[in-house]
C-alpha cells in the first residue's frame, strides 16, 4: 500500500466518564477547548452520574483496603504509562511526575489510614470499644483545573472507599485522566467525570438528597461557593471549602483531604465470659 | 408489681436564687433590657427561678469577653490549663449531689440517672480533656495544633449539663474560650456550673453562659467574632445553622436527631435483649437523640419478645423525679408533650397498634407513659420521624439482609444496636449499619473517651474521645 503524505490524524472524541462508560451529554451539547468540541454536561448528567457513583459505592467501600490500594497502584502505573500525552496537553513535566507519585502516596494509605485515624478507646468498664474509619458515600467534587490537583482531590477521595462525581473544568487532561481510570480496574461509577460548566451543575449535585459530601476544592472563593455551602446545608452534607489563597497542590497532603471524607464508627461489644 | 415506700432525694442540698443573670466575663449581671423568662420544674409546674433573657447586645458583650480572654488563654501552658480542668472536675464531683439534685428538678429525669449517668460522665468528661491540654502535639493533628478562637455553643435540654461538659471540655482542653446557650427550658445547671469556674478561679471570659430562647442562639451562631460553632439539637435546627455559616469561614459541628434500629436476632438472649431495649427507648424519658426507637424484631421470636417486653414494661415506675425508685420522670416540657402527643395519636390514626402498661401519672406537671407500637410500616411517620419520647416503634424482619436494609432506610445515622450471641453476625451487621455509633448487646453507653457523633442527616465532626479534639484544633 502506499504511503500517502497527506494522511489525517485521528482525533479523540472528549466524552463524559460516567458508570465507567464514556457517553456523549444527554443534553447532546458541546463546547469548544483548544479546537476539539467537548461534552458539555448537563443536570440529567449530573444525575446519571450521582446513580453510577451510588451503584458503585457498596462494592468499592466493601472491598478489601488491600485491594483498592492495589488498584490505586494501577492507576499510577497507567499514568506513567501515558505520559506523553499528558505532555501533549502541556502539562508540565514536573507536574506530571508530581501526579503519579501522589497515586502511589494515597495507594499505601489505603491500608494504614483505618489504623491512624481509628482505634481501641479505653472506655471505663467491661467492653470492646473500636473505632474505625468508613467512607462518607458519595462524593461531588468542584475539581482544580490542573492534573495534579484532579489527582489530589480524587485520590483521596477513593483511597478511602468514597465514590465521586467530578466537575471538571479543563477537559481534555480530565478525560484523558478517565482514560487511566478505565485501565485501571477502578470499578465503573467510582469515579464519574463531568466535563463543562460547573456554575451550571454543581447547584444540582449540592442539593442531591443522594450525595454525601461536596469538595469545593477547585472553586473560586466567593458567592457562588458560599452558595453552594448553603445548599448543602439542606441534606447536611459535608463540605470541603475553597483553599484560602492559591496554596497550590505541591505541598504535602497531610490527613485532611482523606479525614474531611470519613465517618468515625463506634461498636461498643461487652466482655464477660 | 411491688409497691416501693416513697424514697424521695432530699432537694435541700440545692439552695436556689429566685433570680440569676448572664455569666459574662466572670460576674453575673442582668441582660441590657432587663428581660427574664420563667424555668420550671416539669414534674409539678412550679417555677423554680427567673432567668435573664440575653439579647443581641448581651451576645455580643459575651463574644467580646471571650475574645480578650482567648488571648491569654491560649498562650498558657498547656499544663495549666489542665490543673484549672481538674479542678473543676474535682469540685464537680465535690457537688455532684448538688448538681444531680438541680438536673432532676430542672429537667425532670429520674435522680437515679442524674446521680448515677450524667454528673459521673460529666466530671469524668473533664478529667478525660484535662489531660490532653498539655498533649495535643501528640494527638495526630500535626506538631503545632492551635485553637481555633472563639466558641459558640448552643446544648439541648435533654442532658443539659453532660451537654455542657461535651462542649466545655474540649474547648477548653485545646486553648479556647466559649461562650455558651444552655437550652430555654433547663438553663439551671450551666449558671450553677458558672459558678463551679469561680471556685476554680478559672480567668474572667474563659467561659461565658448566655441565657434565653433560639433568638439568643442564632445571634450567637451568626456573630462575626464566633470562629467555631458546636450544636447539638434538632436536624431542622441544625440545617438552619449549616446554612447560616456557610461562606463565613467557621468551623462547625453539629450533633443531630436519630431514628436508630435496635435490632434483635432470633439468636439473642431474650430477657437481657428486653433489658436493652428498655433502656434504649425508656431511658432519660426516651428524650435522647441516639435512643433505640425503631424496635427490630425478627419474625421468629417476634411473638415472645413483645409478651417478654409488654411484662417488663408493666414493671417501670413512672413519677416524682426525686424518687430514687423512678425509672421514667417528668416529659421536659409542655411543647415536647404536646409534639410527643401529636405523633403517637398520628401513629394510631396511620394504623399502628398502640399499647401502654396500666401507669398512673400526676396530676400535676408534664407526664407520658411509655408507649409501644406494634404493626408499625416503614411508610409510617413513627417509623421515620424522632418522636423524642418514650414511644417505641416496633417493626419485624427475616433476614439480616432485610434488618440492615430496613435499619439504614433513614436520612438519620447516629446510633443502632444488635443483639445477638453470634459475634461474626454482629461484626458482619455492625459493618453495614450506616451510624456513627453501635451498640452490640448493651444499648446507650456512653465515655468521655469513646467518640460520638453522626453518619448523613444526623450531623457531622465527633464528640469525645482523641477524636474531638479535632473540631477545636486549627
Not at chain 2, 427507648?281 to 411473638?303: D, M, T
Request: some cysteine; overall charge neutral; glycine content about 10%.
Amino acid at each position: 500500500m502506499p504511503k500517502s503524505s497527506t494522511r489525517l490524524t485521528v482525533r479523540k472524541t472528549y466524552k463524559l466518564f460516567i458508570g465507567g462508560k464514556f457517553p456523549r451529554s444527554e443534553s447532546g451539547r458541546t463546547f469548544v477547548v483548544n479546537g476539539d468540541n467537548v461534552a458539555l454536561a448537563s443536570r440529567k448528567d449530573a444525575r446519571d452520574a450521582v446513580v453510577a457513583a451510588r451503584a458503585a459505592f457498596g462494592g468499592w467501600s466493601g472491598t478489601t483496603a488491600y485491594n483498592r490500594g492495589q488498584v490505586l497502584y494501577r492507576i499510577a502505573e497507567m499514568l506513567q504509562a501515558r505520559r506523553a500525552e499528558f505532555k501533549a496537553l502541556k502539562v508540565p513535566g514536573d507536574e506530571l511526575d508530581a501526579a503519579v507519585d501522589r497515586w502511589v502516596w494515597y495507594a499505601g494509605w489505603s491500608d494504614k489510614i483505618a489504623q491512624v485515624a481509628g482505634g481501641a478507646n479505653p472506655v471505663a468498664g467491661p467492653f470492646l470499644n473500636v473505632s474505625t474509619p468508613e467512607p462518607t458515600g458519595v462524593v461531588a467534587v468542584i475539581a482544580p483545573t490542573s492534573l495534579l490537583g484532579l489527582v489530589s482531590v480524587i485520590a483521596p477521595a477513593i483511597v478511602t472507599g468514597n465514590t465521586t462525581v467530578v466537575l471538571a473544568p479543563e477537559p481534555q487532561t480530565a478525560i484523558t485522566l478517565a482514560e487511566v481510570l478505565a485501565t485501571s480496574d477502578v470499578p465503573g461509577g467510582v469515579v464519574n467525570i463531568l466535563t463543562g460548566r460547573y456554575p451550571e451543575t454543581a447547584p444540582w449535585l449540592a442539593t442531591h438528597a443522594d450525595v454525601n459530601a461536596l469538595d469545593l476544592t477547585g472553586a473560586e472563593p466567593g458567592e457562588l461557593a458560599a452558595e453552594l455551602e448553603r445548599d448543602a446545608a439542606g441534606t447536611l452534607k459535608r463540605v470541603i471549602r475553597p483553599p484560602a489563597g492559591s496554596s497550590g497542590f505541591d505541598a504535602d497532603p497531610g490527613l485532611r483531604p482523606m479525614t474531611a471524607l470519613l465517618e468515625t464508627k463506634t461498636v461498643w461489644h461487652p466482655k464477660g465470659y | 408489681m411491688f409497691s416501693y415506700a416513697p424514697a424521695p432525694e432530699s432537694r435541700s442540698v440545692v439552695s436556689l436564687a429566685s433570680c440569676y443573670g448572664l455569666f459574662i466575663d466572670g460576674a453575673f449581671e442582668p441582660a441590657k433590657d432587663g428581660g427574664t423568662f420563667p424555668t420550671v420544674n416539669p414534674a409539678t409546674e412550679e417555677v423554680l427561678a427567673e432567668v435573664a433573657a440575653a439579647g443581641p447586645e448581651d451576645v455580643d458583650r459575651a463574644v467580646a469577653a471571650a475574645r480578650r480572654a482567648f488571648t491569654t488563654w491560649s498562650a498558657l501552658p498547656g499544663a495549666e490549663r489542665a490543673k484549672y480542668l481538674f479542678r473543676i472536675a474535682r469540685i464537680i464531683q465535690e457537688r455532684s449531689r448538688e448538681l444531680a439534685v438541680l438536673e432532676s428538678l430542672d429537667n425532670g429525669k429520674p435522680i437515679r440517672e442524674s446521680r448515677d449517668v450524667d454528673l459521673p460522665l460529666v466530671a469524668a468528661h473533664f478529667f478525660y480533656y484535662a489531660g490532653w491540654a498539655d498533649k495535643l502535639a501528640y494527638a495526630g493533628f500535626g506538631p503545632d495544633p492551635r485553637p481555633v478562637g472563639v466558641a459558640g455553643q448552643v446544648i439541648p435540654w435533654n442532658f443539659p449539663l453532660l451537654m455542657l461538659a461535651w462542649k466545655v471540655a474540649p474547648a477548653l482542653a485545646t486553648g479556647n474560650t466559649v461562650v455558651l446557650k444552655p437550652a430555654e427550658t433547663t438553663p439551671l445547671s450551666a449558671l450553677f456550673f458558672a459558678d463551679v469556674c469561680r471556685q476554680a478561679e478559672l480567668p474572667a471570659g474563659v467561659v461565658n453562659i448566655v441565657t434565653g430562647a433560639g433568638g439568643t442562639g442564632a445571634h450567637l451562631v451568626r456573630h462575626p467574632d464566633v470562629d467555631k460553632v458546636a450544636f447539638t439539637g434538632s436536624t431542622d435546627v441544625g440545617r438552619e445553622i449549616a446554612a447560616a455559616v456557610a461562606g463565613t469561614g467557621k468551623r462547625v459541628t453539629l450533633e443531630l436527631g436519630g431514628k436508630a434500629a435496635n435490632i434483635v436476632f432470633d439468636d439473642a438472649p431474650i430477657d437481657q435483649a428486653v433489658e436493652g431495649v428498655v433502656n434504649g427507648i425508656f431511658f432519660n424519658q426516651g428524650h435522647v437523640c441516639c435512643a433505640g426507637s425503631r424496635l427490630l424484631l425478627q419474625e421468629s421470636v417476634a411473638e415472645d419478645f413483645l409478651t417478654a417486653l409488654k411484662r417488663r414494661m408493666t414493671t417501670l415506675r413512672v413519677g416524682d423525679p426525686l424518687d430514687k425508685n423512678t425509672d421514667v420522670g417528668a416529659i421536659n416540657s409542655a411543647a415536647q408533650l404536646a409534639r410527643i402527643t401529636e405523633l403517637s395519636e398520628i401513629g394510631s390514626a396511620e394504623g399502628a397498634e398502640r399499647w401502654s402498661p396500666d401507669c398512673p401519672l400526676p396530676d400535676r406537671g408534664f407526664w407520658f407513659a411509655p408507649t409501644i407500637f406494634t404493626g408499625v410500616t416503614q411508610a409510617h411517620r413513627i417509623a421515620r420521624e424522632e418522636i423524642f419520647g418514650p414511644v417505641l416503634s416496633v417493626l419485624t424482619f427475616r433476614t439480616p439482609a432485610e434488618a440492615v436494609e430496613k435499619a439504614n432506610n433513614t436520612p438519620y445515622g447516629l446510633s443502632a444496636g444488635i443483639w445477638s450471641e453470634k459475634g461474626s453476625r454482629i461484626l458482619a451487621v455492625a459493618g453495614r449499619l450506616r451510624a456513627g455509633v453501635i451498640w452490640a448487646n448493651t444499648f446507650n453507653k456512653f465515655d468521655p473517651a469513646s467518640p460520638f457523633g453522626g453518619y448523613k442527616e444526623s450531623g457531622y465532626g465527633r464528640e469525645g474521645g482523641r477524636h474531638g479534639l479535632e473540631a477545636y484544633l486549627a
